[in-house]
């Protein structure tokens, strides 16, 4: 295995990961948005903002990743 095949390799299995969670926080955001329980939609927007955080950091480790 070459330097860019795995470098293309962790970029792939990133971008896999980071549209997992950006889908995840979207599908969350949507669920609390219809929450009648407040604890239950204070939950679920606590749980996509983690995510959107989590995939802001994956662009960043991404960045980094492909501009070093």
């Known amino acids: 295995m070459?330097?860019?095949e795995l470098t293309t390799g962790v970029g792939?299995?990133?971008?896999?990961?980071?549209?997992?969670m950006a889908e995840e926080a979207k599908q969350a955001r949507y669920r609390a948005s219809k929450e009648k329980n407040r604890r239950h939609r204070a939950y679920l927007a606590g749980r996509a903002?983690?995510?959107?955080?989590?995939v802001a950091r994956t662009d960043t480790a991404m960045a980094?990743?492909?501009?070093?």
């Open 12 to 20: 792939l299995a990133f971008a896999r990961s980071r549209d997992a």
């Open 64 to 68: 980094d990743l492909f501009t070093e």
């Open 49 to 54: 903002d983690a995510l959107s955080e989590a």
């Open 2 to 4: 070459t330097g860019l």
